[in-house]
C-alpha cells in the first residue's frame, strides 16, 4: 500500500494546520499491540453512541452486551407475541437537541423518527374535556385556553422566562460538568431578562421544589396537575427542594418535541449498532463481563464470565456506576475515600414499574372520545393524574414501602401513529406508574404482588378510558426486581442514582468521577449514572468519546475530519492501514 497516497488523501481532509493530529491517529493505529484501542461494556444507547465517535475517529474498539440483543434500556423485543414492545425506554426527546443523530447519519442506517404530536394530553378528571401540548406553542396555549384564559398567559409566560434558561443550562450538558460553564451560562442569561424580573427571584425559583413553581405559576387544578406528572418523570418527588427545574426543563419540547422510533425504541440502538459496525467496530452479545482487568493502577482489558479476555488501555463502562466499580473493578483496587462515597451514594428505593400490554382498540377517552380509533389524543404521552396532591399521596405511600394506592399512570400508544408496532387492527398501550418501591414493607414480595399491582395499574386506565377494561387481550408486567434483572438497572431506578440537585452536574455520581474518568488510568465511565442523567438523551455517551479523544492526543475536530469523509470515511481509511501494516 502506498501510504504517500494516504497521506495526500488525509491531508485534503484536515485543516492543513492539523494535519499532524491526523497522523497521531495513523500513528497509534499502526503501532497497536492489545487486541483493541477501546472496549466498552455495555450496548446502551449511551455506550454505542460513545462507540461510534470513537471508531469514527479511528480507533479499534469493541462492544461487549451482556443481553441477547443490543440496547440496554434502550430495547424493543416481541416478548408479546406478533407485538414490538420497549422494554425500556419510549419517548425520545432530548436526543433531538444533541447533533447526535446527524453526526452519526443515522438515518442511513435505518433510524426513522415519527413525530409526537401533541406530546402530551392531559385528559380533565370529571371528563369535562382535555388539554392538548403541541410542540406549537399557539397551539398549546389555545388548548390549555379552554381550561383558563388565565394559566394559558401564564404558559406563554413560563415558556418565555425559563425557555432561555434551559437553553443556558443545556450547553452545559454537551460537555464534562463545569461549575463555571453551568452558572457562568444562567448567569449570561438573567443579565437579559427583563428590568423587571428580579435576578434574585429566578435564583430563588431555581432552588425550590417544582410543585411550590408550579403552584406560584398556574391557578388551575388541571395545569397543575399535568405539570407535576410531567416533571415527576425524572424522578424527584414533587416536594424536593431543588428540582424546580423537571418542571422548568419541559419549555424545551416546544423546541425538540418527543420523538418514537418507527418500530419502536430499540431501533435507535440497532441503528447505532449498524453504523458501529459499519466504522468496523466489533460488537459482541451474550458476552458478559465478569471482571475488569486492573494492574498498577492502570485497566488491562477486561475477562467474560466464560474466561475469555480481551486486552485494551482504555476500558469504557456503561454498567451502572456501583456494578462497575464495586463488582466489576472490586474495592481492593479504589481509594478508599472513593469506596465510601460509593457505599452511600444514593440509588433509592426504586421508582416506578411498567405494565405494557396487547391490545384490540386505542382508549376511548371519556374526555375525548375516538371510538378507540387513532386520535390526536394517542400521539403522545397520556398524563393520567387527576391532581397535584394525587402525586404526592402515591409517593408517601411509596416511601412507607407500599405500593401506591391510586398510582399515577403515563400511557403511550405507539400504534396510533406506527402501524409496525402492532398486527392489523391490534395496538399496544404501554403504562408507566409512579411510585413502586423496590423493597417492599411488612416482608411482602413482588413475585406475590406484581399481577395485583398491574391490575391496579390499569384501573386507573380504566377509569378515563373503560373501553379498555375488554380491550386489553396480554400484558408483560416490568416490576423494579424485573427492571434490576433484565435490564441492570439497581433497584429498578431507571435513572440508575437519584436525580437530586447533590447528585446532578459536577455532583454526578460523585464529585470524583464527575469528569467521566476515574482514578484507574484507562478507566472511564458513561450512561445515565453520569451528567447529565437519565432518559434517551445520549449526551453521557457523546461527553465521554470526546473525553477519552481529548485524553489522547486527538483534538475533538478531527472528529470534523471524520466527518469530511462520511460516517465511517476516516475509520475505513485506517482499517486499511492497519491490514497492509
Not at 446502551?44 to 453512541?49: K, Q, W
Not at 374535556?129 to 409566560?157: L, W
Not at 463555571?180 to 424580573?197: D, H, N
Request: with cysteine; net charge negative.
Amino acid at each position: 500500500m502506498d501510504l504517500h497516497a494516504c497521506a495526500d488523501d488525509t491531508d485534503k481532509i484536515a485543516h492543513p494546520d492539523h494535519s499532524s493530529a491526523i497522523w497521531k491517529v495513523i500513528e497509534q493505529v499502526m503501532t497497536h499491540t492489545t487486541d483493541y484501542d477501546v472496549i466498552v461494556i455495555g450496548s446502551g444507547h449511551n455506550g454505542l453512541i460513545c462507540a461510534c465517535y470513537l471508531a469514527r475517529a479511528g480507533l479499534r474498539v469493541l462492544v461487549l452486551e451482556r443481553r441477547h440483543i443490543v440496547g440496554g434500556a434502550v430495547c424493543t423485543e416481541e416478548v408479546i407475541p406478533g407485538y414490538k414492545i420497549d422494554i425500556g425506554s419510549s419517548a425520545h426527546i432530548m436526543i433531538h437537541l444533541t447533533p447526535i443523530i446527524q453526526d452519526l447519519q443515522l438515518e442511513h442506517y435505518g433510524l426513522e423518527y415519527l413525530d409526537m404530536d401533541p406530546f402530551a394530553f392531559y385528559p380533565l378528571p370529571d371528563q369535562s374535556g382535555a388539554i392538548f401540548f403541541y410542540r406549537n406553542i399557539d397551539r398549546t396555549c389555545e388548548s390549555i385556553a379552554q381550561v383558563s384564559e388565565h394559566d394559558a398567559e401564564r404558559y406563554r409566560q413560563f415558556i418565555a422566562y425559563w425557555k432561555p434558561l434551559n437553553e443556558a443550562i443545556f450547553q452545559s450538558f454537551l460537555a464534562p460538568p463545569s461549575v463555571i460553564q453551568l452558572f457562568g451560562g444562567v448567569a449570561r442569561k438573567l443579565t437579559r431578562l427583563p428590568a423587571s424580573t428580579s435576578s434574585l427571584n429566578v435564583s430563588r425559583q431555581l432552588l425550590t421544589s417544582y410543585a411550590q413553581l408550579i403552584g406560584e405559576t398556574f391557578e388551575s387544578k388541571a395545569m397543575r396537575a399535568a405539570m407535576t406528572w410531567l416533571a415527576a418523570q425524572s424522578g424527584p418527588p414533587p416536594d424536593e427542594i431543588g428540582a424546580s427545574d423537571f418542571f422548568g426543563w419541559h419549555t424545551m419540547l416546544h423546541t425538540s418535541g418527543a420523538m418514537h422510533p418507527r418500530g419502536g425504541s430499540g431501533m435507535l440502538t440497532q441503528a447505532l449498532a449498524r453504523a458501529f459496525q459499519h466504522m468496523g467496530g466489533d460488537l459482541l452479545v451474550q458476552a458478559p463481563v465478569q471482571r475488569i482487568l486492573v494492574s498498577n493502577g492502570s485497566v488491562r482489558g477486561v475477562k467474560l464470565t466464560n474466561g475469555e479476555q480481551f486486552y485494551a488501555p482504555t476500558v469504557i463502562s456503561n454498567a451502572h456506576v456501583l456494578t462497575t466499580m464495586l463488582n466489576l473493578v472490586g474495592a481492593e483496587h479504589l481509594p478508599a475515600p472513593l469506596h465510601q462515597q460509593l457505599q452511600h451514594l444514593r440509588v433509592g428505593n426504586g421508582f416506578g414499574m411498567a405494565v405494557r400490554c396487547a391490545a384490540n382498540a386505542l382508549p376511548d377517552y371519556l374526555a375525548a372520545p375516538s371510538g378507540g380509533l387513532p386520535h390526536p389524543s394517542h400521539s403522545g404521552m397520556q398524563l393520567l393524574c387527576p391532581s397535584m396532591e394525587y402525586v404526592r399521596e402515591a409517593f408517601y405511600d411509596f416511601q412507607r414501602g407500599h405500593l401506591s394506592r391510586q398510582p399515577a399512570v403515563l400511557a403511550m400508544t405507539f400504534s396510533a401513529i406506527d402501524d409496525v408496532m402492532a398486527p392489523a387492527g391490534k395496538h399496544t398501550v404501554f403504562l408507566w406508574s409512579q411510585y413502586a418501591p423496590y423493597r417492599l414493607a411488612d416482608g411482602q414480595q413482588w413475585s406475590d404482588l406484581r399481577e395485583h399491582a398491574a391490575d391496579r395499574v390499569l384501573e386507573v386506565l380504566y377509569r378515563y378510558a373503560p373501553n379498555m377494561r375488554t380491550a386489553i387481550e396480554d400484558r408483560y408486567i416490568q416490576t423494579p426486581v424485573d427492571l434490576e434483572e433484565q435490564l441492570g438497572l439497581l433497584h429498578g431506578n431507571v435513572m440508575h442514582v437519584e436525580m437530586s440537585f447533590d447528585q446532578m452536574f459536577f455532583f454526578r455520581p460523585v464529585p470524583a468521577l464527575s469528569s467521566y474518568r476515574t482514578p484507574l488510568q484507562g478507566l472511564y465511565l458513561t450512561g445515565a449514572s453520569t451528567h447529565p442523567g437519565g432518559g434517551v438523551f445520549g449526551a453521557s455517551g457523546y461527553n465521554t468519546a470526546h473525553r477519552v479523544l481529548r485524553d489522547r492526543g486527538i483534538p475533538t475536530w478531527a472528529l470534523l475530519s471524520a466527518a469530511a469523509l462520511g460516517a465511517g470515511g476516516l475509520a475505513a481509511t485506517l482499517r486499511l492501514l492497519r491490514r497492509n501494516a
